[in-house]
Protein backbone atom coordinates (compact mmCIF):
# COMPACT_ATOMS: atom_id res chain seq x y z
CA UNK A 1 0.00 0.00 0.00
CA UNK A 2 1.08 3.34 -0.76
CA UNK A 3 0.83 6.42 0.98
CA UNK A 4 0.81 10.29 0.44
CA UNK A 5 3.30 12.41 2.13
CA UNK A 6 1.82 16.11 2.94
CA UNK A 7 3.99 19.11 3.24
CA UNK A 8 2.50 19.92 6.71
CA UNK A 9 6.24 20.82 7.86
CA UNK A 10 8.48 23.92 7.14
CA UNK A 11 11.86 24.21 8.01
CA UNK A 12 12.49 27.75 9.76
CA UNK A 13 16.31 28.21 9.24
CA UNK A 14 18.06 30.39 12.32
CA UNK A 15 20.84 32.46 12.84
CA UNK A 16 23.99 29.99 13.87
CA UNK A 17 24.85 31.56 16.91
CA UNK A 18 21.14 31.05 18.46
CA UNK A 19 21.90 27.14 17.85
CA UNK A 20 22.02 26.80 22.24
CA UNK A 21 18.94 28.97 22.53
CA UNK A 22 16.37 27.48 20.55
CA UNK A 23 15.19 24.99 22.92
CA UNK A 24 14.35 28.08 25.66
CA UNK A 25 12.94 30.23 23.24
CA UNK A 26 10.29 27.89 22.03
CA UNK A 27 9.25 27.29 25.37
CA UNK A 28 8.49 30.68 25.92
CA UNK A 29 6.47 31.75 22.69
CA UNK A 30 4.77 28.49 21.05
CA UNK A 31 1.49 26.95 21.76
CA UNK A 32 2.82 24.20 19.20
CA UNK A 33 5.99 23.44 21.18
CA UNK A 34 5.44 19.54 21.30
CA UNK A 35 4.99 19.53 17.15
CA UNK A 36 8.05 21.26 16.59
CA UNK A 37 11.46 19.21 16.74
CA UNK A 38 15.00 20.63 16.27
CA UNK A 39 16.72 19.63 12.96
CA UNK A 40 20.06 20.17 11.10
CA UNK A 41 20.28 21.29 7.77
CA UNK A 42 23.05 21.68 5.72
CA UNK A 43 23.14 25.28 3.44
CA UNK A 44 25.34 26.04 0.39
CA UNK A 45 25.94 29.48 0.03
CA UNK A 46 27.50 32.31 -2.26
CA UNK A 47 27.81 34.64 1.34
CA UNK A 48 31.06 35.30 0.24
CA UNK A 49 30.69 35.87 -3.23
CA UNK A 50 27.92 38.57 -1.83
CA UNK A 51 29.81 40.71 -0.01
CA UNK A 52 32.12 41.20 -2.68
CA UNK A 53 30.43 41.46 -5.48
CA UNK A 54 27.45 44.22 -3.76
CA UNK A 55 30.19 45.35 -0.78
CA UNK A 56 27.29 45.49 1.53
CA UNK A 57 27.97 44.67 4.93
CA UNK A 58 26.53 41.57 6.09
CA UNK A 59 23.65 41.64 8.15
CA UNK A 60 25.42 39.21 10.96
CA UNK A 61 29.16 38.62 11.10
CA UNK A 62 28.87 35.93 13.07
CA UNK A 63 31.21 32.53 12.22
CA UNK A 64 33.97 33.93 10.21
CA UNK A 65 31.14 33.20 7.19
CA UNK A 66 32.11 36.02 5.20
CA UNK A 67 35.99 35.26 5.44
CA UNK A 68 37.01 34.65 1.83
CA UNK A 69 37.91 30.61 1.37
CA UNK A 70 41.55 30.73 0.91
CA UNK A 71 41.47 29.13 -2.87
CA UNK A 72 39.45 32.64 -4.07
CA UNK A 73 43.11 34.04 -2.96
CA UNK A 74 44.60 35.99 -6.44
CA UNK A 75 41.60 34.71 -8.37
CA UNK A 76 41.71 36.76 -11.81
CA UNK A 77 38.26 35.17 -13.59
CA UNK A 78 34.98 35.11 -11.29
CA UNK A 79 34.38 31.15 -10.56
CA UNK A 80 31.44 31.39 -8.39
CA UNK A 81 31.95 27.64 -7.43
CA UNK A 82 35.31 28.62 -5.41
CA UNK A 83 33.47 30.66 -2.63
CA UNK A 84 30.71 28.43 -2.44
CA UNK A 85 30.79 27.22 1.68
CA UNK A 86 28.83 24.39 3.17
CA UNK A 87 27.66 25.57 6.82
CA UNK A 88 25.41 23.79 9.16
CA UNK A 89 22.75 25.66 10.20
CA UNK A 90 20.12 25.09 13.42
CA UNK A 91 16.89 24.88 11.76
CA UNK A 92 13.02 24.15 13.35
CA UNK A 93 10.58 21.61 11.87
CA UNK A 94 7.75 23.90 12.39
CA UNK A 95 3.76 22.43 11.36
CA UNK A 96 2.70 24.67 8.54
CA UNK A 97 -0.98 26.25 10.56
CA UNK A 98 1.48 27.71 13.24
CA UNK A 99 4.56 28.70 11.29
CA UNK A 100 3.46 32.45 11.24
CA UNK A 101 3.34 32.93 14.68
CA UNK A 102 6.62 30.94 15.46
CA UNK A 103 8.37 33.09 12.67
CA UNK A 104 6.93 36.10 14.35
CA UNK A 105 8.23 35.34 18.02
CA UNK A 106 11.37 34.31 16.43
CA UNK A 107 11.54 37.11 14.09
CA UNK A 108 14.77 38.46 16.03
CA UNK A 109 16.91 34.27 15.75
CA UNK A 110 15.87 33.54 12.18
CA UNK A 111 18.21 33.83 9.58
CA UNK A 112 18.81 37.16 7.47
CA UNK A 113 21.28 36.66 5.07
CA UNK A 114 20.28 38.42 1.43
CA UNK A 115 19.18 36.05 -1.55
CA UNK A 116 18.63 32.86 0.81
CA UNK A 117 14.96 32.61 1.63
CA UNK A 118 14.69 31.48 6.09
CA UNK A 119 11.25 29.23 5.28
CA UNK A 120 12.25 26.41 3.35
CA UNK A 121 9.74 22.91 2.06
CA UNK A 122 10.85 20.79 4.10
CA UNK A 123 13.26 18.20 2.34
CA UNK A 124 10.80 14.89 2.87
CA UNK A 125 13.83 12.21 1.33
CA UNK A 126 15.07 13.07 5.23
CA UNK A 127 14.34 9.73 6.66
CA UNK A 128 10.84 10.81 8.37
CA UNK A 129 9.24 8.97 5.41
CA UNK A 130 11.16 5.48 6.39
CA UNK A 131 10.06 6.32 10.00
CA UNK A 132 6.63 5.96 8.26
CA UNK A 133 7.02 2.88 6.27
CA UNK A 134 8.49 1.53 9.79
CA UNK A 135 5.44 2.26 12.00
CA UNK A 136 3.05 0.99 9.62
CA UNK A 137 3.81 -2.50 8.76
CA UNK A 138 1.05 -2.24 5.90
CA UNK A 139 2.73 0.55 4.30
CA UNK A 140 5.10 -0.67 1.43
CA UNK A 141 5.59 2.81 0.13
CA UNK A 142 5.94 6.95 0.87
CA UNK A 143 5.37 9.30 -1.88
CA UNK A 144 5.21 12.84 -2.46
CA UNK A 145 3.19 14.95 -4.66
CA UNK A 146 5.51 16.96 -6.94
CA UNK A 147 2.51 18.73 -9.42
CA UNK A 148 -0.67 19.83 -8.66
CA UNK A 149 -3.86 17.40 -10.12
CA UNK A 150 -4.42 19.37 -13.50
CA UNK A 151 -4.33 16.78 -16.13
CA UNK A 152 -7.40 15.27 -17.85
CA UNK A 153 -7.37 12.17 -15.48
CA UNK A 154 -6.92 14.22 -12.47
CA UNK A 155 -3.75 12.02 -11.28
CA UNK A 156 -0.64 12.98 -9.60
CA UNK A 157 2.60 13.08 -10.56
CA UNK A 158 4.57 11.40 -7.14
CA UNK A 159 8.22 11.25 -6.74
CA UNK A 160 9.04 8.24 -4.00
CA UNK A 161 10.39 9.08 -0.80
CA UNK A 162 10.67 5.84 0.50
CA UNK A 163 9.89 1.70 -0.25
CA UNK A 164 9.34 0.28 -3.20
CA UNK A 165 8.48 2.25 -6.40
CA UNK A 166 5.08 0.26 -7.15
CA UNK A 167 1.87 2.74 -6.27
CA UNK A 168 -0.59 0.04 -6.85
CA UNK A 169 -2.57 0.56 -3.47
CA UNK A 170 -5.67 -1.17 -1.67
CA UNK A 171 -7.92 0.92 0.40
CA UNK A 172 -10.97 0.59 1.80
CA UNK A 173 -13.92 3.05 1.89
CA UNK A 174 -17.18 2.89 3.25
CA UNK A 175 -17.14 -0.63 3.74
CA UNK A 176 -15.69 -1.56 -0.14
CA UNK A 177 -12.44 -2.55 -1.32
CA UNK A 178 -10.64 -0.77 -4.15
CA UNK A 179 -7.25 -1.79 -5.89
CA UNK A 180 -5.79 0.71 -8.77
CA UNK A 181 -2.41 2.69 -9.10
CA UNK A 182 -2.14 5.67 -7.41
CA UNK A 183 0.38 7.11 -10.20
CA UNK A 184 -2.17 6.79 -13.22
CA UNK A 185 -5.81 7.46 -11.91
CA UNK A 186 -7.61 9.46 -9.56
CA UNK A 187 -8.26 8.96 -5.67
CA UNK A 188 -9.25 11.12 -3.20
CA UNK A 189 -9.32 9.50 0.27
CA UNK A 190 -11.31 13.09 1.62
CA UNK A 191 -14.69 12.09 -0.80
CA UNK A 192 -15.81 9.07 1.49
CA UNK A 193 -18.29 11.21 3.15
CA UNK A 194 -19.83 12.63 -0.35
CA UNK A 195 -19.76 8.77 -1.75
CA UNK A 196 -22.03 7.38 0.96
CA UNK A 197 -24.27 11.05 0.94
CA UNK A 198 -25.18 10.01 -2.96
CA UNK A 199 -25.36 5.98 -2.45
CA UNK A 200 -27.55 7.22 0.87
CA UNK A 201 -29.79 8.31 -1.61
CA UNK A 202 -30.00 5.13 -3.60
CA UNK A 203 -32.78 2.29 -3.12
CA UNK A 204 -32.49 -1.54 -4.50
CA UNK A 205 -33.02 -0.83 -8.54
CA UNK A 206 -32.87 2.25 -9.12
CA UNK A 207 -30.11 3.21 -11.90
CA UNK A 208 -26.78 4.67 -11.60
CA UNK A 209 -25.31 6.88 -14.46
CA UNK A 210 -22.21 7.80 -13.10
CA UNK A 211 -20.55 9.76 -16.42
CA UNK A 212 -17.21 10.16 -14.63
CA UNK A 213 -16.76 7.19 -12.48
CA UNK A 214 -12.85 7.04 -11.35
CA UNK A 215 -12.27 3.54 -9.96
CA UNK A 216 -15.85 2.99 -8.63
CA UNK A 217 -16.63 4.68 -5.44
CA UNK A 218 -20.05 5.81 -6.36
CA UNK A 219 -20.37 2.74 -8.80
CA UNK A 220 -18.98 0.47 -6.49
CA UNK A 221 -21.27 0.92 -3.37
CA UNK A 222 -24.11 1.33 -5.36
CA UNK A 223 -24.37 -1.73 -7.06
CA UNK A 224 -23.62 -3.45 -3.85
CA UNK A 225 -27.14 -1.73 -2.37
CA UNK A 226 -28.79 -3.55 -5.39
CA UNK A 227 -28.83 -0.55 -7.92
CA UNK A 228 -27.48 -0.98 -11.86
CA UNK A 229 -25.14 0.95 -12.92
CA UNK A 230 -23.74 2.57 -16.00
CA UNK A 231 -20.23 3.48 -15.65
CA UNK A 232 -17.69 5.44 -17.61
CA UNK A 233 -14.42 6.92 -17.43
CA UNK A 234 -12.15 8.22 -20.60
CA UNK A 235 -8.64 7.15 -18.36
CA UNK A 236 -8.12 3.78 -19.68
CA UNK A 237 -6.33 2.58 -16.31
CA UNK A 238 -9.71 4.14 -14.42
CA UNK A 239 -11.91 1.88 -16.56
CA UNK A 240 -9.27 -1.40 -16.09
CA UNK A 241 -9.30 -0.58 -11.78
CA UNK A 242 -13.35 -0.15 -11.66
CA UNK A 243 -13.54 -3.32 -13.97
CA UNK A 244 -11.53 -5.06 -11.19
CA UNK A 245 -12.89 -3.19 -8.49
CA UNK A 246 -16.24 -4.61 -9.64
CA UNK A 247 -14.94 -8.26 -9.06
CA UNK A 248 -13.07 -7.63 -6.09
CA UNK A 249 -16.48 -6.68 -4.63
CA UNK A 250 -18.42 -8.99 -6.52
CA UNK A 251 -20.92 -6.87 -7.69
CA UNK A 252 -19.42 -6.96 -11.69
CA UNK A 253 -22.67 -8.02 -12.76
CA UNK A 254 -24.29 -5.38 -12.02
CA UNK A 255 -22.17 -3.35 -13.92
CA UNK A 256 -22.06 -1.98 -17.22
CA UNK A 257 -18.46 0.18 -17.56
CA UNK A 258 -17.60 2.52 -20.89
CA UNK A 259 -13.96 3.82 -22.00
CA UNK A 260 -15.27 6.88 -23.11
CA UNK A 261 -15.45 10.92 -23.11
CA UNK A 262 -18.53 11.78 -20.94
CA UNK A 263 -20.25 14.23 -23.81
CA UNK A 264 -20.18 10.98 -26.03
CA UNK A 265 -21.25 8.31 -23.21
CA UNK A 266 -23.87 10.84 -22.71
CA UNK A 267 -24.98 11.29 -26.31
CA UNK A 268 -24.40 7.42 -26.85
CA UNK A 269 -24.96 4.54 -24.47
CA UNK A 270 -26.95 6.52 -22.22
CA UNK A 271 -29.09 8.53 -25.23
CA UNK A 272 -29.52 4.53 -26.33
CA UNK A 273 -30.80 3.21 -23.21
CA UNK A 274 -32.54 6.18 -21.60
CA UNK A 275 -36.27 5.90 -22.98
CA UNK A 276 -36.72 2.46 -21.61
CA UNK A 277 -35.03 3.11 -18.47
CA UNK A 278 -37.60 6.12 -17.96
CA UNK A 279 -40.37 3.70 -18.33
CA UNK A 280 -39.50 1.77 -15.11
CA UNK A 281 -40.22 2.88 -11.87
CA UNK A 282 -36.90 2.72 -10.71
CA UNK A 283 -35.33 6.37 -9.83
CA UNK A 284 -32.52 7.41 -12.58
CA UNK A 285 -30.06 8.85 -10.72
CA UNK A 286 -26.70 10.47 -12.56
CA UNK A 287 -23.73 11.44 -11.26
CA UNK A 288 -20.75 13.88 -12.74
CA UNK A 289 -17.84 14.28 -10.53
CA UNK A 290 -15.31 15.90 -12.28
CA UNK A 291 -15.79 19.28 -10.49
CA UNK A 292 -13.31 21.02 -12.70
CA UNK A 293 -15.59 20.47 -15.86
CA UNK A 294 -18.68 18.83 -15.06
CA UNK A 295 -21.07 22.04 -15.27
CA UNK A 296 -19.87 22.04 -18.96
CA UNK A 297 -20.99 18.67 -20.18
CA UNK A 298 -24.50 19.40 -18.57
CA UNK A 299 -25.18 20.77 -22.22
CA UNK A 300 -24.88 16.97 -23.65
CA UNK A 301 -28.38 16.62 -22.02
CA UNK A 302 -29.95 19.14 -24.48
CA UNK A 303 -32.22 17.99 -26.92
CA UNK A 304 -30.98 14.03 -26.28
CA UNK A 305 -34.08 12.63 -26.80
CA UNK A 306 -36.86 13.27 -29.61
CA UNK A 307 -40.21 14.38 -28.72
CA UNK A 308 -42.13 10.80 -29.68
CA UNK A 309 -39.57 8.98 -27.45
CA UNK A 310 -41.85 11.51 -24.52
CA UNK A 311 -44.27 8.73 -24.04
CA UNK A 312 -45.73 10.00 -20.71
CA UNK A 313 -45.45 12.67 -18.44
CA UNK A 314 -45.23 10.06 -15.53
CA UNK A 315 -41.70 9.69 -17.21
CA UNK A 316 -38.75 9.11 -14.21
CA UNK A 317 -36.68 12.10 -15.21
CA UNK A 318 -32.83 11.46 -14.35
CA UNK A 319 -32.15 13.37 -11.07
CA UNK A 320 -28.85 15.00 -11.62
CA UNK A 321 -25.71 15.31 -8.89
CA UNK A 322 -23.49 17.44 -10.90
CA UNK A 323 -20.38 18.60 -8.88
CA UNK A 324 -18.38 21.74 -9.79
CA UNK A 325 -15.31 24.08 -7.95
CA UNK A 326 -16.22 27.65 -6.93
CA UNK A 327 -14.09 30.33 -6.11
CA UNK A 328 -17.48 33.09 -6.09
CA UNK A 329 -18.33 34.99 -2.88
CA UNK A 330 -21.66 33.05 -3.14
CA UNK A 331 -20.16 29.47 -4.27
CA UNK A 332 -24.47 27.87 -4.11
CA UNK A 333 -25.51 31.16 -6.88
CA UNK A 334 -22.52 30.48 -8.51
CA UNK A 335 -22.75 27.01 -9.22
CA UNK A 336 -26.65 27.33 -9.91
CA UNK A 337 -26.10 30.47 -12.58
CA UNK A 338 -23.14 27.53 -14.65
CA UNK A 339 -25.57 24.72 -14.30
CA UNK A 340 -28.38 27.22 -15.94
CA UNK A 341 -26.00 28.40 -18.69
CA UNK A 342 -25.50 24.85 -19.65
CA UNK A 343 -28.17 23.59 -19.67
CA UNK A 344 -29.73 26.86 -21.12
CA UNK A 345 -32.63 26.53 -18.81
CA UNK A 346 -33.60 28.26 -15.08
CA UNK A 347 -33.57 25.74 -12.30
CA UNK A 348 -34.95 28.57 -10.23
CA UNK A 349 -36.35 26.50 -6.99
CA UNK A 350 -35.48 22.90 -8.19
CA UNK A 351 -32.30 22.76 -7.41
CA UNK A 352 -30.43 22.25 -3.87
CA UNK A 353 -26.45 22.63 -3.52
CA UNK A 354 -24.32 20.78 -0.95
CA UNK A 355 -21.45 22.23 0.03
CA UNK A 356 -18.85 19.31 -0.45
CA UNK A 357 -15.50 20.33 1.04
CA UNK A 358 -13.60 23.48 1.22
CA UNK A 359 -10.56 22.09 -1.22
CA UNK A 360 -8.35 25.62 -0.33
CA UNK A 361 -8.93 28.98 1.06
CA UNK A 362 -10.93 30.57 -1.05
CA UNK A 363 -12.27 27.61 -3.41
CA UNK A 364 -15.17 25.25 -2.68
CA UNK A 365 -16.10 21.78 -4.11
CA UNK A 366 -20.06 22.21 -4.22
CA UNK A 367 -22.63 19.78 -5.66
CA UNK A 368 -26.08 20.86 -7.27
CA UNK A 369 -28.76 18.12 -7.76
CA UNK A 370 -32.00 18.44 -9.37
CA UNK A 371 -34.37 16.74 -11.89
CA UNK A 372 -33.26 16.98 -15.41
CA UNK A 373 -35.74 19.29 -16.93
CA UNK A 374 -38.10 17.48 -19.51
CA UNK A 375 -37.31 20.65 -21.96
CA UNK A 376 -33.99 20.04 -21.71
CA UNK A 377 -33.58 16.64 -22.19
CA UNK A 378 -36.72 16.65 -25.20
CA UNK A 379 -36.18 17.79 -28.57
CA UNK A 380 -38.57 20.17 -29.05
CA UNK A 381 -40.71 21.37 -32.15
CA UNK A 382 -40.15 24.90 -33.02
CA UNK A 383 -43.98 25.75 -32.18
CA UNK A 384 -43.46 23.91 -28.97
CA UNK A 385 -40.07 25.95 -27.72
CA UNK A 386 -42.69 28.76 -28.55
CA UNK A 387 -45.10 27.91 -26.13
CA UNK A 388 -42.66 25.38 -23.58
CA UNK A 389 -44.62 27.48 -21.02
CA UNK A 390 -47.73 25.60 -21.45
CA UNK A 391 -48.79 22.92 -20.13
CA UNK A 392 -49.25 19.74 -22.36
CA UNK A 393 -52.21 17.84 -21.92
CA UNK A 394 -50.47 14.74 -20.33
CA UNK A 395 -48.92 16.79 -17.99
CA UNK A 396 -52.26 18.66 -16.77
CA UNK A 397 -53.44 15.11 -16.63
CA UNK A 398 -50.68 13.89 -14.55
CA UNK A 399 -51.15 17.37 -12.13
CA UNK A 400 -54.73 16.50 -11.96
CA UNK A 401 -53.70 13.03 -10.88
CA UNK A 402 -51.69 13.61 -8.25
CA UNK A 403 -54.47 16.00 -6.76
C1 LIG B 1 -12.49 13.86 -10.01
S1 LIG B 1 -12.35 12.27 -10.69
C2 LIG B 1 -13.72 11.47 -9.92
C3 LIG B 1 -13.61 10.00 -9.88
C4 LIG B 1 -14.67 9.32 -8.98
N1 LIG B 1 -16.00 9.56 -9.47
C5 LIG B 1 -14.54 9.77 -7.55
O1 LIG B 1 -15.50 10.29 -7.00
O2 LIG B 1 -13.48 9.57 -6.96
C6 LIG B 1 -12.85 12.56 -12.33
C7 LIG B 1 -12.70 11.38 -13.27
O3 LIG B 1 -13.12 11.81 -14.56
C8 LIG B 1 -12.30 11.23 -15.54
N2 LIG B 1 -12.39 12.10 -16.73
C9 LIG B 1 -11.68 13.23 -16.99
N3 LIG B 1 -12.10 13.77 -18.15
C10 LIG B 1 -13.09 12.97 -18.62
C11 LIG B 1 -13.91 13.01 -19.75
N4 LIG B 1 -13.82 14.00 -20.66
N5 LIG B 1 -14.82 12.04 -19.92
C12 LIG B 1 -14.95 11.04 -19.01
N6 LIG B 1 -14.18 10.93 -17.92
C13 LIG B 1 -13.27 11.90 -17.71
C14 LIG B 1 -10.93 11.16 -14.91
O4 LIG B 1 -10.16 10.15 -15.51
C15 LIG B 1 -11.28 10.86 -13.44
O5 LIG B 1 -11.26 9.49 -13.19
Given at each position: ???????????LLL?????????????????????????????????????????????????????????????????????TQT????????????????????????????????????????????????????????????????????????????????????????????????????????????????????????????????????????????????????????????????????????????????????????????????????????????????????????????????????????????????????????????????????????????MVR??????????????????????????????????????????????
Open positions: MAVFWRRTYRLGQKHQSCISSHVICHTENLNQIVRNSLHLSTLVSFHRVMTDQPPILTDLGLYNHPPAVRGMTELDKAAFVNVPALRVPTNVLNKVVKSLKKVVLQRPGIKRVLEENNKDGSSQVIMDKNPGITCVVNKTNTIDSTYRNFQMEVLAGEDNMVAKVRENGMFYEFDFSRVYWNPRLGTEHERIVSFLQRGDIVIDVFAGVGPFAIPAARRGCNILANDLNPESFRWLQHNGKLNKVDKKITSFNMDGRDFIRGPVKERLPALMKGSQKLHVVMNLPALALEFLDAFRDLLEPDQSLSCQDNLPQVHCYGFSKEDDPQRDIVVRAEASLKTSLQGQCSVHNVSPNKEMMCASFTLPKKVLYRQHTEDRDSSEEPCPKKQKCEEQTD
